[in-house]
Every structure is written in structure tokens, then in C-alpha cells.
């Protein structure tokens, strides 16, 4: 039954922390009525894989997809949810790319049907909720944050009875219910139009009836917006930045003199996601909404109340009639479209039309025009200065020539399907209407320049900054918000100051900066700064923690070079998300107080870091630390942390664990477990030892050899093989892989991961040895302590010649 809460549930599960700490790697995807098996597989791989790569997966075969996907799920354990499935053939066209390598992966399905899920399936059916579980959910949506008043205590839950135990039904109209005044006789009103023996529809037991009734309580200027969600295709995952500028540009969103149209049309977002018509998938990093989702009912809701007031026409082939006169138009096809729509009623159009400057002509009134996605198929964009009424335009490649006719354009999207860099026309420097340019791959503006008139400019994004010029065109856009650029000159720093109302900063430099320090400035209105390859020292980290209003940062690949990064105070006040990725530091020394308001913190790829400074558990905001593809000390680190706030009371932070390794968060617990076991194990051992012989710069050369082989709070010999007991995990290729096995260079991490012993013994290597409190753990992840190297092999075997030599020479070295 749709809307009983199947993918609610799922989603939960699939978000929970206990989950994400359990599983190495969780896709999602979803299949719908219309299944495309490339699509399906796309999801997936995009789940699974690098942003960077993200983009590449479309131009990538079919089977090439398949056996990227069957690669990454490789001997770890992953969890696969495949949504709202409505055939048979779904699972056995996907089973295949899936490894089943009994380490307790699991594959879930949503369907409304039984019969579309493997036949050894473990089933779970969601049942309808009873009448006082339905009143606690209407209840919860309306009073949030206080009960029930006595006075609408019986007809809210006479209400919640009527929606026949469906959550979507609930939710829908405890949405209605909020948003009206909380009198008895305005909710008597709304009981009366929901007459049970019409909830639902006897033929499609759906719910359309309530549904209909909360689009009717809709205020007039949000009901165009909230239709407009049945133009994008079934369970599509709606980017917010793409809605928002679309409703701006079809002329919904109601002009406010202190309020940018932006602003508007988040606000309008928010009443509708209030209304529970709307669900948000995925939150920016500072918590606003990235992306949204439409229940499969709604939008069908939509679809049938647009066809009736010829609001928009959606379809997914040719089958519409240049005669038609339909307001905006929508083809979701899987290939390049050949039907000519005609018409000057039309004021939107949606497709991949083959050879569309055909259609310019006949659509001269047209104010959104979408031509994406493309299909590999090349067609000109002639005669486009026709549509002078143009306001959003979104096309895979820079219009040549976008003359001076597209006056009214606000939105300009190229989304490049090849790497070579787009060029960006003089002609584009003089659209005064323009607020977001949007430029997928890198751009350059053309040699010939001139001086920019775009000053309702709001949005930039991707662009080379290689000179001055390029500087003084930017900062010719003074109410520029969001900037993404690429500075090509490694002894140039732009000079943004002049633009003061810039939040979002994105600056990613092709070489080192090898300029002077003081030239490094950023804007004091930034919010969000990301920065990659500009390679400064850590010492200029202040440069940063001082900006007054930073939220967000981001540091990637080798942003800041050094060794250590020793944070100061008063700096970083206001951070609330930082994120660490690729970056070359091996010590983080910090407190509490310098990242007061922290919530969240990512660390993604940096090898060299040896742990998690424990002093960011005791910031009382932070609520998750995630570690992607990192090292085990670092990850171990990060558990413990989380280990020692559950300890304290603190039930809020979540540490997730992502790693290309084979070992799960669940091995992490347990090895923190076994550290404090040694380590109050240790702590006795060590009272009644007798401390004469310590690690210290106080030993002879006799006491250190002695040290070295048993003679030490451990009672274990550092040299590999010799003694009763030495370590057994020794972190080295050719002792901890059997000499039968035959491997290549990327295959040895089963037995990296392995809980036996090397199969091999390393005889006279000297691993890497104890802590300065005398303890060392014996694991094969820890490398820090357990490899052997020749630095340290050398100068042993040297104070042991030295000690056995009768040479002066060798004797005056000790």
C-alpha cells in the first residue's frame, strides 16, 4: 500500500548511527515504475564513491558501472537499499554486481509488491497504525512542543481515526491542522470534509481525497510552487538551488523590498516542507536544505490537478501534439527527443529536444528553457536570441553567439559533457539581469574583455582567476554571494575584499601559492571557505580562525603543508562544521574552548594524522565526528572519544566510521576495549616492576640492549624471533602473507585485517616499539609501533657490534 511509511522506514534505518557504524559502505537507490536498469546503477556507483568521481559515472558503460560497483563491495560488508521496486527483473539484473562474501552484507527492498523481491526474501509488512498511534503521530506534527489543548483533545483524535491508520494521510493532515488557528469550530470544519468512506479511493486505494484537501489549503501564491514538483521525474531527488531558481524565474515567488527573491523562495519552501508535503534527503553543511523529495502520491496529485488546469503537461515520450497548447512542457526520455512543440502559449520547456533551434522560432515567449540531459548527440543552439523573454536557461554547452538580446536572463546553467575548459563570451559581462551563472567544468573569460556590468550577480561558479583583470571583473559584482574559482597564477591571491557581501567561497589553486603571506585575505563576510592546493604553512591558519562569521570549513588536498597544526585562542568562534580531507598533518594539539560551537567534523583521507585529539569530546555542540578512509589510530581515537562521552552522560555525539578497509567500527570497539584491559593490565605490571631498567635517556648501552630484548615492563623482546615472546603481528607484507598465496600489489589487505598471527616470522627486524609509558600493542594495523624499519634495524645493530666488537673504532661510536 503506498504511503504506509515503507521508505520513511527504510531511510531511518539506513541514516541511524549504529548502522552507518556497522556497514563499510550503504548505497540507495531507487527504481520506480519506470525502471532504467543505467540509472539504477548510477545511484549506486554515486553512493559508493568519491564526489569527485560522481561526475564521471555518466559517461561510463553499463557493465563498466557494474563492475566498478562489484570492486568497491569487495570483501566489505555494505548495505544495499533498492526502492520502490515494481518488477521482477529488477533483482535479477542487479544480483550478479552484488559479492556475497558471508561477512553479513544485507540487500533491502521496498516494494508494494510481494512477488518483485527475491524468493528466499525475509518479509516485513507495514501495517496500518492503530487509532491511538495515528492520534500520537497528528499530535506530535501539530504540538510539537506542547500537548494537546483539552477543548480539541476529542476532535483531533476523531480527526487522526478518519485517516484510516495511513501515515501519509496523518501527516498530510496534521500539515493542514498546524497551519490553521486552534479553535474547535475551524477543526470542526475540517473533520467534516474527511469522510471516511471517501479517504480512500476504492479502485487505487489511494489516499487523494485528504490529499487534495491539504493542496486547497494551500495560500494561492504557494500552490503554483508546490505543483511545480510534478515536473521533475518520479522519486527524483530535487536539488533546492535548481527549484528555487526556477520558481524565481516562472515568476511565482512574490517580490519583498528587504528580501532577496532567494530568501522568498526558501521561506515558501519551508511552509510547504512544515505542511509535510515535502521531505528533506539531504542538509547543506551550515543545516540548510540541499535537497528534497515529493511522496510518489503527492506528485501524482500534482499531475492530475496540473492536467486539469493546464498548469503543465509531463510525459516521458513524443506523445504531445503541436497543437496542444499547453503552459510548460516536460519529457523525461532516455533519449534525444524528435517531436517539434509549437506554440507561443508555452512558457517552459523541459527535454532533450534533438536540433532545438528549430523550435526558437515558435516559442518566442518561452521564460525557462531546460535542455539537459544531453545524449552525446550535437545540435546547435542558432537563432536563440529569439527568445528575448528568456529568464533560465540550462544547455550542455556556452551559446555561440548568446548575443545581447537575452536581456531578461537571470539563470544561466552549462553543464559541459567534455573536460575542455569553456570560454566565457564579452557579451555575457554585460547582462545586468544575470544572478547566477553557473559553469560546470572550469571557465576563462575571453582575451577580449571589458568592463562588467553584471552587479545583480549572486552566483559564480567555475572560473579561472589568472590575472588582475580577472580580479577587477569579479569585483565588479559587489552583491556576489557565492563564488567557486581556480587560480591559476601561483604568485597571485586575488583581492576579493571589495566584495562585501560574499558568504561562500570556493578557491582551488593549480600550484602551491608561492607568493608573499601577506597578500592571503579573505573577505570578513565569508561564512562557508574551502580551500585546495594552495599549500600554506600551518602557522597562517590564523589568517582563517580569525574571520568573524566563519560556519564552514573545508580543507583539501594539500590546502596547509606541516607537521603540526597547534590551534590558538579566540580563534575559529563561530566554526560550526570542519571538515579535514587529504590534508599532510600528522599532530592536531587543540582544546575545547579554540572550537566552541563545533557540531560537525569530517576527517576523509588524512594518513599521516596519528589520532583525534580526545579534548574535542568536551565541546559540548559537537554532535558527530566522521572518519572516511583514514588510518586505524586515528579511527580508534575517534571511537574513544565517543567511548568516553557515552561514560560521561553525553548520548548525542556519533562517531561513523568509513574506510576502505576491511575492519568495521564494531572491531574498533573491541580494540578499545582490549587497549584499556592492557593498559590497566600495564599499570600493575608496572608498580611491581622494578624501575631501575625504564625507557629513558638515563640507560647505559648495556640496559638499553637488555630493554630492548625482554628486559622491560612488558616483558617482551622488540626483536622479531628472538625470546619466548615477541610480536606476533608484525606490520610487514612478506611476514604476514602465507608464501603460497598468490597476490598482486592492491590484494594483501585480508591479511593486513587478519585476527592470526604472521604466518611468517621476521627474524632479527626490529619493530617500531613501546609507548613512552612502556606499553605497546601488538596489532598489525598499528604501524606506528609494530613496523620494522632500517633506520631503526641499523643503529640496533649497531649498538649491539658495538657492544660485542673489541674495535676502538666501532667502540667510539657508543
Given at each position: ?505 570556493k578557491m582551488v589553486f593549480k600550484s602551491v601559492f608561492i607568493g608573499e603571506l601577506t597578500e592571503v585575505n579573505f573577505p570578513s563576510t565569508i561564512k562557508e571557505l574551502t580551500l585546495s592546493q594552495i599549500g600554506l604553512p600551518w602557522g597562517a591558519i590564523s589568517i582563517l580562525g580569525t574571520l568573524p562569521n566563519l560556519h564552514v570549513l573545508k580543507l583539501e588536498f594539500n590546502s596547509f603543508w606541516g607537521y603540526e597544526w597547534e590551534t590558538s585562542d579566540g580563534e575559529f568562534q563561530e566554526l560550526r562544521f570542519l571538515k579535514l580531507e587529504r590534508i599532510d598533518l600528522v599532530q592536531w594539539i587543540t582544546c575545547s574552548e579554540h572550537f566552541p560551537k563545533l557540531q560537525f567534523l569530517v576527517v576523509n583521507m588524512c594518513l599521516n594524522l596519528k589520532n583525534i585529539p580526545k579534548e574535542l569530546g568536551d565541546i559540548s555542540t559537537l554532535q558527530k565526528i566522521e572518519m572516511i578512509n583514514c588510518e586505524y589510530w586515528p579511527c580508534i581515537s575517534a571511537v574513544q572519544i565517543e567511548l568516553e562521552q557515552r561514560e560521561n552522560g553525553n548520548e548525542e555525539l556519533q562517531v561513523i566510521i ?157
Open positions: 500500500m503506498p504511503g504506509v511509511g515503507k521508505t520513511t522506514r527504510a531511510r531511518m534505518l539506513y541514516n541511524h548511527g549504529s548502522i552507518e557504524g556497522y556497514f563499510d559502505k550503504r548505497a540507495w537507490c531507487v527504481v520506480s515504475q519506470t525502471y532504467q536498469k543505467r540509472n539504477v546503477l548510477i545511484d549506486i556507483l554515486a553512493s559508493l564513491s568519491s564526489k569527485e568521481k560522481k561526475d564521471n559515472n555518466l559517461k561510463i558503460k553499463d557493465e563498466e558501472l557494474a563492475l566498478d560497483i562489484h570492486k568497491i563491495l569487495k570483501r566489505r560488508r555494505y548495505l544495499i537499499i533498492i526502492d520502490d521496486v515494481w518488477c521482477t527483473n529488477v533483482w535479477d539484473d542487479l544480483n550478479r554486481y552484488f559479492p556475497d562474501d558471508l561477512n553479513g552484507s544485507r540487500i533491502m527492498f521496498t516494494s508494494r509488491i510481494r512477488d518483485t523481491t527475491p524468493v528466499d526474501s525475509i518479509f516485513h509488512t507495514v501495517s496500518l497504525l492503530g487509532e491511538e498511534q495515528s492520534w500520537s503521530l497528528l499530535q506530535g506534527n501539530v504540538f510539537p512542543k506542547e500537548p494537546c489543548p483539552p477543548q480539541l483533545l476529542g476532535i483531533g483524535k476523531r480527526i487522526a481515526a478518519k485517516c484510516g491508520g495511513l501515515p501519509l494521510a496523518v501527516v498530510v493532515a496534521a500539515g493542514i491542522l498546524a497551519n490553521l488557528e486552534k479553535e474547535e469550530s475551524i477543526w470542526e470544519k475540517v473533520e467534516k470534509k474527511l469522510d471516511s468512506t471517501y479517504i480512500f479511493d476504492d479502485d487505487t486505494n489511494n489516499c487523494s481525497k485528504i490529499l487534495e484537501l491539504s493542496y486547497k489549503h494551500l495560500p494561492n501564491y504557494l500552490k503554483p510552487c508546490f505543483l511545480y514538483f510534478g515536473t521533475f521525474p518520479e522519486d527524483k531527488r530535487i536539488s533546492v538551488r535548481k527549484l528555487t531558481w526556477l520558481w524565481i524565474a516562472e515568476g511565482f515567488i512574490q517580490r519583498e523590498q528587504y528580501k532577496s527573491p532567494e530568501h522568498l523562495a526558501e521561506e515558501y519552501l519551508l511552509d510547504l516542507i512544515n505542511r509535510s508535503l515535502l521531505l528533506i534527503v539531504e542538509r547543506r553543511n551550515d543545516g540548510g536544505i540541499k535537497a528534497c523529495i515529493i511522496h510518489d502520491l503527492l506528485r501524482e496529485m500534482c499531475l492530475r490537478i496540473a492536467y486539469k488546469e493546464n498548469f503543465f503537461k509531463s510525459t516521458q515520450h513524443d506523445n504531445f501534439s503541436m497543437y496542444e497548447k499547453h503552459h510548460r512542457l516536460c519529457v523525461h526520455s532516455t533519449s534525444p527527443i524528435y517531436g517539434r512543440p509549437f506554440g507561443l502559449n508555452c512558457r517552459s520547456l523541459f527535454g532533450h529536444f534533438s536540433q532545438p533551434s528549430f523550435i526558437f522560432p515558435q516559442m518566442k515567449l518561452l521564460r525557462v528553457m531546460d535542455l539537459l540531459p544531453v545524449f552525446d548527440e550535437f545540435y546547435e543552439l542558432e537563432r536563440i536570441d529569439l527568445l528575448v523573454q528568456l529568464r533560465y536557461l540550462a544547455v550542455d554547452r556556452m551559446p555561440k553567439p548568446l548575443v545581447d538580446n537575452l536581456v531578461n536572463l537571470e539563470v544561466l546553467c552549462v553543464e559541459s559533457q567534455d573536460d575542455e575548459v569553456i570560454y566565457i563570451p564579452s557579451c555575457i559581462l554585460r547582462m545586468v539581469n544575470l544572478r547566477h551563472l553557473r559553469l560546470k567544468k572550469e571557465a576563462e573569460f575571453e582575451d577580449y574583455r571589458e568592463n562588467s556590468q553584471m552587479e545583480n550577480l549572486r552566483s559564480f561558479s567555475f572560473v579561472h582567476i589568472d590575472n588582475k583583470l580577472d580580479e577587477e571583473i569579479l569585483n565588479c559584482s559587489p552583491n556576489l554571494l557565492k563564488l567557486k574559482c581556480k587560480c591559476t597564477n601561483a604568485t597571485l591571491f586575488p583581492d576579493l575584499t571589495s566584495l562585501t557581501s560574499l558568504e561562500s567561497l568509513t574506510t576502505f578497509l576491511s575492519w568495521s567500527k564494531e572491531q574498533l570497539l573491541l580494540k578499545c576495549r582490549e587497549i584499556e584491559e592492557e593498559e590497566e593490565e600495564h599499570e600493575n605490571r608496572h608498580e611491581e616492576f622494578n624501575a631501575s631498567i625504564t625507557c629513558s635517556d638515563n640507560l647505559s648501552e648495556e640496559e638499553m640492549a637488555d630493554y630492548v630484548l625482554g628486559s622491560n615492563p612488558m616483558n617482551m623482546s622488540y626483536l622479531v624471533g628472538y625470546g619466548s615472546k615477541y610480536p606476533q603481528y608484525v606490520h610487514h607484507r612478506g611476514a604476514s602473507i602465507p608464501t603460497y598465496a598468490n597476490t598482486g600489489c592492491t590484494d594483501g589487505f585480508k591479511w593486513l585485517n587478519s585476527t592470526n598471527p604472521n604466518p611468517n616470522v621476521a627474524v632479527g627486524a626490529l619493530v617500531g616499539g613501546p609507548f613512552l609509558n612502556d606499553t605497546y600493542i601488538d596489532s598489525r594495523n598499528n604501524s606506528m609501533q609494530g613496523e620494522p624499519t632500517t633506520y631503526s634495524n641499523a643503529a640496533f645493530i649497531g649498538l649491539l657490534s658495538g657492544l660485542i666488537t673489541t674495535s676502538s673504532l666501532v667502540e667510539s661510536f657508543i
